[in-house]
């Protein structure tokens, strides 16, 4: 494959954008290689401006579970265009998505909109402060929740990749409100509990894991974490940017049947365009400006054409179905790519929950940051590079997530399967 216009366009970007990408993920610098500069996208394609195509398992980090460029999503958003692209103003639409977010969550009773996950997960944060009337948070280590300064403190995706899970530039005076516990280790969460009596507003949790690498809550733990929110009076918050409306239509606390005190969404309620929420519990939301004293703003809050590619995507996953293809399809592609890595030799730990899946090169179980962080991230590395050589788009870095869409086809599944064969005995040799 021929990547001469995406290495161009890179060392022009680089000049003027810093590291060449307004993301550091993507700037493919953990896998080794140069990021491809994507040209256009459809169904379970993308396609870089060298005119290479890729069956794509990023999917824009999450949003695209209904494919790339749906026909339905597309006409929404170009009727909302021709209607003007942002007010300023309260708009039917935003009332529409946020009766349809209300009426899959049920521990939503109110919701509002923001442009990004990080802004909901720092306004939600800001408001468990504020009806605590506490200043401590506790996160787990490997989770990330966006760049918010409070939380880039033992943070994963890009924090993770680039080794800087506790940023420059965040306030030592920041941090110390940050306590950092184990997922997966309801222990580490009672200890910080005990020596923070009546000082922590919130826990906030990726119910599932998804950005250091894919990792299930084991049984219980979900549960053990509710019931000591409860006792200690502690504000539950489920960061769903990523699972919200991905593992099941009302999320992993669908699934997993646990009720936070406040949810956190984006990526697939937008469609692929800006969007972030953050709701739950009527009495906490109420506090937030201009009912009550705690503010958050946002020039594009609640924008039409977000909220456009949000209604017509929720009513693409409304569809009969929907969610049964998708766990088919997911399936047999991660009991593909294990049978490819076992027929290689290659010591792999496998997770998925529905369309979420991540294949950890490393030969014991991962269920925290501390196994994640084992990982032989050079292999994956290989991996990367061997599965995009023959036109498998993945993420690149090992503490991320990759995604199946409704789009995927059964080809999709056999191609990537025979590259995987491929990939893995790369990493067998390389490893030898
Ligand atoms: P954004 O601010 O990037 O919209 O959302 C932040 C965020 C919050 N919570 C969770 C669970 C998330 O996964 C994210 C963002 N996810 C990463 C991918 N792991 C976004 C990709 C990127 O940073 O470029």
Redesign the pocket.
């Known amino acids: 494959m021929k990547h001469d216009r995406s290495s161009l366009l890179f060392d022009k970007a680089r000049t003027i954008i810093p590291g060449g990408v307004n ?4 700037a493919f610098s953990s896998v080794g290689g140069r990021p491809l500069f994507i040209d256009r996208a459809s169904g379970s394609k993308i396609v870089d401006v060298d005119g290479n195509e890729y069956i794509d398992y990023v999917g824009s ?2 949003p695209m579970i209904a494919g790339h460029c749906h026909p339905q999503v597309v006409a929404a958003v170009t009727a909302a265009m021709a209607k003007g692209s942002s007010f300023g103003a309260p708009t039917d639409l935003e009332l529409q998505l946020a009766e349809m977010v209300v009426a899959a969550v049920p521990a939503i009773e109110m919701v509002r909109m923001v442009s ?6 720092m306004s939600a944060i800001r408001l468990a402060r504020a009806y605590t009337g506490r200043d401590a948070i506790i996160k787990f280590a490997g ?5 918010a300064d409070s939380l880039l403190v033992k943070a994963g ?2 924090a993770a990749t680039f080794g800087v899970p506790d940023s420059p530039g965040v306030p030592a005076d920041f941090a110390r409100h940050t306590l950092i516990a184990e997922y997966n280790d309801l222990a580490s969460v009672q200890s910080l509990v005990d020596e923070n009596r009546e000082k922590v507003a919130c826990i906030i949790i ?1 119910p599932i894991a ?2 250091m690498g894919t990792v299930p809550p084991r049984n219980g733990f979900l549960e053990g974490l509710r019931a000591l929110c409860d006792r200690e009076g502690i504000v539950l918050i489920f ?1 769903e ?3 919200g409306f991905r593992v099941a239509y009302g999320g992993a606390q669908e699934l997993y049947g646990i009720t936070p005190d406040l949810t ?1 969404l ?2 697939i309620i937008g469609g692929g365009l800006p969007v ?1 929420a953050f709701g739950g519990k009527r009495a906490i939301m109420e506090l937030l400006s201009p009912m009550g004293g705690v503010y958050q703003a946002g020039t594009l809050s609640g924008n039409p054409l977000a909220m456009s590619a949000g209604i017509a995507t929720l009513k693409i996953l409304q569809q009969e179905g929907f969610y049964q293809r998708l766990e088919e399809t997911s399936g047999r592609l991660a009991d593909a790519i294990a049978s490819a890595a076992l027929e290689a030799g290659c010591p792999i730990h496998a997770t998925r929950v529905g369309s979420m899946l991540c294949v950890f090169f490393s030969s014991a179980e991962v269920t925290s940051w501390t196994t994640a962080a084992r990982c032989d991230t050079a292999a994956y590395g290989t991996y990367f590079r061997a599965m995009l050589e023959q036109g498998i788009y993945l993420a690149p870095s090992q503490f ?2 990759a995604f199946v869409s409704f789009s995927h086809t059964d080809e999709d599944i056999e191609r990537t399967a025979a590259a995987a064969r491929k990939a893995f005995k790369k990493c067998v040799a390389a490893a030898n």
């Open positions: 993301s550091p993920v993507r980090w999450g990004s996950g990080t802004e909901a997960t989770c990330y929740h966006g760049h995706s890009g990726e998804g950005n960061d940017v990523m699972t956190t984006g990526k972030g991320e997530t």
